[in-house]
């Protein structure tokens, strides 16, 4: 299953981000808020529990998140969106996957990873601002499920079919939120129109 998220204030930040002018500073801050945007809408199924909180008059019955949270970037890009989530729930975990996609064959290699344990239990939310081939997606879903993670969701900004065929294909159990589905990849795999390479415009390496 995968959603794009078409809030228009989503749809104007993303024409920020995607412009080529934008530089690595207004990119970073495009990021963070596109996240908080597409992962509120991830989270709106989370489990709750009712708490009675006593405000100045009375007791108010309200509801707080009542599940172990894991945040899990895909380095490096992906850590671009830690800011905008950990903003949303602050008392989230944190994991990081390193891939790096091969600039000839585009495919994933893994030089990193370190979860907590609550990815056994917890829900298991993967950022990554690029769903491109699908294959680095692919490859840290079955990183998780192989450390025990049996609840995971992913969050992008940009996916195109492709990628989400592919993470379809493989794993038809994990939910996909994205701000942008795109038409297509380049013969490089970069996904068109996209954004370029997220990671050097995160972090001014172009
Ligand atoms: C980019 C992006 C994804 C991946 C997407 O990372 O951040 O992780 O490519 O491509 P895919 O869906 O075809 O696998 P990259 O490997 O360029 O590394 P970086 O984040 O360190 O720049
Ligand atoms: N990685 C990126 O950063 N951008 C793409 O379009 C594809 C992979």
Redesign the pocket.
Known sequence: MYQQVTHPCIQHKLALIRDAGTDHKMFRELATEITMFVCYEALKNIRVREVDVETPLAVAKCRVIDEHIVVVP?????VGMLDGILSLIPSARVGFIG???DEET?R?SAYYAKMPPQIRGGISIIV??????????VAAIDMLKAQGANRIVVVCIVTCPE?LAAVEAAHPDVSIYAAAVDSMLNER?YIVPGLG????RLYGTA
């Open positions: 895909i380095l490096r890009a992906g891939l790096e996609r585009a994933p990554d601002p690029m769903l491109a081939t699908g294959g680095s997606t990628g795999k390479d997220a990671g050097d």
